[in-house]
């Protein structure tokens, strides 16, 4: 049976000299969410996350898609990218590859990341791409006022199903371990220090960690408050039986009903130091691609050949 990971025990990934402060990551700009919108305590969980591990604001990348969330680059004071929808995970591959020492935060929403973007989802996964990607999963498209996005639960009524939804909503923890992801966990956004934790968790894994956070959208699914995930929500970490190593403990708590009872916690995490993809590419083995000497480099001749 696996331990909890700790906070404390936790590296600080960017070294002891690394002094950085929750102020450091403020931006200058206004925040456009709603009043009550999850996606402002999500914002700080992620600062937490990047306080507790004394990462250096320059070694962060913060790549969104399209929809409310996908502002968050916007909101904090590290170096990010507001990409086109669902296409976050492949700008964000990118960069790591070009640059392994960047910690990359991959943010957006239910749609963005399990509609538009889900083969780019299922492909990072199992590639197992060193990055953290955050779902503020608020179970409606709300930045287009209200439509069914894929985890809309079934016979919920939105503005594109008026007689309730006759979709099954995708599961997605049930999804991420089928796919491959080495760091699967749930969190809420009305649980600061949970999100904080669980974040922190995910950035210091070595490997795909994907952190799915039932988030509190007050004007597209106001009957989904912090209320109704209160009397639902109950932490995995707890139970006698926890083990988040084996996958098959991890599938039966997924595969519980959403609607009845939903756990948050660590599902998942492989043990063993699975090979990233980077590893296992020849020429990223010592220095990053950034890093790398190419004034021997001669790119003439690669041109001619294109003449
Ligand atoms: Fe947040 Fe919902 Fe407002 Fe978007 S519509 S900013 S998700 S509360």
């Known amino acids: 049976m696996s331990e909890e990971i700790k906070i404390e025990d936790l590296n600080f990934v960017g070294g002891d000299n690394v002094k950085i402060t929750i102020a450091d990551l403020d931006p200058k700009h206004e925040s456009q969410w709603c009043p009550g919108c999850g996606n402002y305590s999500i914002v700080m969980g992620v600062k937490n996350a990047i306080v507790k591990l004394g990462i250096d604001p320059k070694d962060v990348l913060i790549v969104s898609g399209i929809g409310c969330s996908s502002k968050f680059p916007h909101y904090l004071k590290t170096y990010g990218i507001e990409t086109i929808h669902g296409r976050a995970l492949p700008v964000a591959t990118g960069a790591k590859l070009a640059n392994k020492d ?3 935060i991959v943010v957006g929403g239910d749609g963005d990341g399990y509609g538009i973007g889900m083969g780019h989802l299922i492909h990072t996964m199992r590639r197992n791409i060193n990055l953290t990607y955050v779902i503020n999963n608020n179970e409606i498209y709300a930045l287009t006022k209200g439509q069914t996005s894929p985890t809309t639960p079934k016979g919920k009524k939105t503005a594109s199903t008026p007689n309730g939804s006759i979709e099954t ?9 089928g796919g491959g992801a080495t760091f ?6 009305g ?8 974040i922190a968790k995910a950035i210091a894994h070595k490997g795909f960690s994907i952190i799915d956070v039932a988030q509190i959208c007050p004007s597209f699914n106001p009957e989904m408050n912090f209320k109704w995930y209160k009397d639902r929500i ?3 970490e707890n139970l006698e039986d926890y083990n988040s190593s084996s996958k098959n403990w991890a599938m039966i708590h997924a595969l519980e009903s959403q609607d009845e009872k939903i756990g948050i916690g660590i599902f998942y ?8 993809y980077i ?5 990223d083995k010592e220095l990053s691609l950034v890093r790398q000497d190419i004034s021997n480099v001669d790119v003439e001749n690669i041109l001619d050949n294109y003449e």
């Open 279 to 283: 590893d296992d590419l020849p020429e």
């Open 102 to 104: 960047l910690h990359v």
């Open 269 to 276: 995490h492989s043990d063993s130091d699975r090979e990233t």
């Open 191 to 198: 649980d600061i220090e949970h999100m904080s934790n669980t």
């Open 184 to 189: 699967i966990a749930k969190s809420f956004s």
């Open 234 to 236: 109950y932490n995995l």
């Open 169 to 177: 909503p995708i599961n997605p923890m049930a999804l991420a371990l």
